[in-house]
């Protein structure tokens, strides 16, 4: 994981990384921040390709079985031309020339456009096949630590962090305004991206059975300022005072902002929905799937609390099945709602309806 967690930071600097197939060695850059294609051409050898999701062609009416595509790009191809293509709403305005010679992606793309997810840019990635005429001075710069080189099999699974392997760092008790014996603990990924908190709520060894718990994915816009457009900070005080009632449990405040893409995506497919999308067709436009999320690192901090069996606070499926996949044992189910309104009714239907939320009973009250 060490040159990985590096390539990381690399990638989100705006440097470009190496990474070797073992066939061939590309040269990837983010396309988020990237200053030139033609600094990238003349360091690798060789004109780049512009790797996207299945989910960003889709979003343009491409369909493709493949989960990225890599598009070889042209002279006359313009920085506007590549922000149309990675970011531009007007899918079908997408002029049919820019996609001409599009191909799925191999290993080394896939990793590429793997590595932006996890940095949490927008998924879409620059690579260029680093030619026989520039390989020595590629090689100059690993040796001088300038770039660095990565296994492009290894960057293809780097999405899932690194199970197994979470620190617990630091902890302290933290009275709160409806559960007063309350203790935070916090854990960091291998990597440094990513810090997630578990609230434990009363005394975990009292509670015989299943324990009380939620999975909270952050959301700095509900949970800290209250916004209209989702029910999150609602949610997030309901569970802390219903695991408070039931006795004692924990909560898991998991950073995972934006079901997983980050603020800075998360920002810009608000500003897609102000123009008429759902939430789920704003993240696909961006390059994202309908939900981002890992759990694999919840089910870690539940081994280190040594909980196996829980009752899950939750509207979501999708965690009930990664927790039960992870081995612990979802005893039960118990649903959570935050208020519906007028700012976040559109919100809590598209969860409904397309990505498979159990919210029939409160959508419905609103509309009685």
Sequence with gaps: MYHIERA?????RGLPVVLDTGEERLLVQALEGSDSVEALSRLSGSRPTMVLTRHRLAAMGMSLKAEAASLPLSEQMSASDLHRLALSQGEGKTPGALLSGLKPAGVGERGAVTLMRRALLVPAALCAVVSEEQASAIDERLASGELLEVDAR?????????PGMLNRVSEARIPLEDAAESRFVLFREPDGLREHVAVVIGDLERIEGPVPLRLHSACLTGDL?????????????NAVGDIQAMGGGVLLYLAQEGRGIGLANKLRAYTLQDAGLDTVDADQVLGFGDDERQYAV?????????IDKVQLLTNNPLKMKAL????VEVVSRQALYGSVTDQNHRYLSAKASRAGHLLDEVLAGRTR
């Design 225 to 237: 300022f209250g916004s209209l457009r989702c029910d999150c900070g609602e949610q997030l005080r």
């Design 324 to 327: 039960e996949e992870g081995g």
């Design 298 to 306: 919840a089910v870690d901090m539940l081994r280190a609390l040594a």
């Design 154 to 162: 290894e960057a293809e699974k780097c999405l899932a962090g690194a």
């Design 8 to 12: 990381i930071f690399d990638i989100r």
